[in-house]
T-cell receptor
Framework: DARVTQTPRHKVTEMGQEVTMRCQPILGHNTVFWYRQTMMQGLELLAY????????DSGMPKDRFSAEMPDATLATLKIQPSEPRDSAVYFC????????????FGPGTRLLVL | DAKTTQPPSMDCAEGRAANLPCNHSTISGNEYVYWYRQIHSQGPQYIIH???NNETNEMASLIITEDRKSSTLILPHATLRDTAVYYC??????????FGAGTRLTVKP
């Protein structure tokens, strides 16, 4: 049963610290999405990759957030420095990349910045 | 801004059909209607999608009106495990899946 995996599942850190979240997309999927979910804003798209190339990161605060795909099996989302307002659940999703498609979501990383 | 309007909450009796409405009056000709759901503390889960025709899969049925301005997701025999927030999304681009507030469906025994 192929699934998107995310690590860590929970992270508590202090303001100013670097946070790295990792995602392993479903094998064979070539599109990867990063979302952030908060009570106030709901689910927001942060970044989108196809074939490891970033296609859209307009939803991401550029000064502190960065997203990369070092290889086809790993996507990372980094926050440096982290701030309390970054506290949220961060979801990674992957898709087969054949145009309009369904997305398969991971379990999320619950981040709390103190 | 989400392109869809959904009721904030609905209740359904266990074993009965749950009919979740969605209005998308500004839908474009090349935009699909997608339904996802999110069970508490989990990532969203794909349910079904369609363009013009009604669709059915093992999870649900999707009924799209002829003018495509609204749709209804039908869970034919709701169970307690179907309690979740259901999101209706219209999109033609894989990176333009805008999740609104959704409908919180509560299935009651």
């Amino acid at each position: 049963d192929a699934r998107v995996t995310q690590t860590p599942r929970h992270k508590v850190t202090e303001m100013g610290q670097e946070v790295t979240m990792r995602c392993q997309p479903i094998l064979g999927h070539n599109t990867v999405f990063w979302y952030r979910q908060t009570m106030m804003q709901g689910l927001e798209l942060l970044a989108y990759f196809r074939n490891r190339a970033p296609l859209d990161d307009s939803g991401m605060p550029k000064d502190r957030f960065s997203a990369e795909m070092p290889d086809a099996t790993l996507a990372t989302l980094k926050i440096q420095p982290s701030e309390p307002r970054d506290s949220a659940v961060y979801f990674c999703a992957s898709g087969p990349g054949q145009g309009i498609e369904t997305q398969y979501f991971g379990p999320g990383t619950r981040l709390l910045v103190l | 801004d989400a392109k869809t309007t959904q009721p904030p909450s609905m209740d359904c009796a266990e074993g009965r059909a749950a009919n979740l409405p969605c209005n998308h009056s500004t839908i474009s000709g090349n935009e699909y209607v997608y339904w996802y759901r999110q069970i508490h503390s989990q990532g969203p889960q794909y349910i079904i999608h369609g363009l013009k025709n009604n669709e059915t899969n093992e999870m649900a049925s999707l009924i799209i009106t002829e003018d495509r301005k609204s749709s209804t997701l039908i869970l034919p025999h709701a169970t307690l495990r179907d309690t979740a927030v259901y999101y209706c999304i219209v999109s033609s681009l894989e990176n333009d899946m805008r999740f609104g507030a959704g409908t919180r469906l509560t299935v009651k025994p």
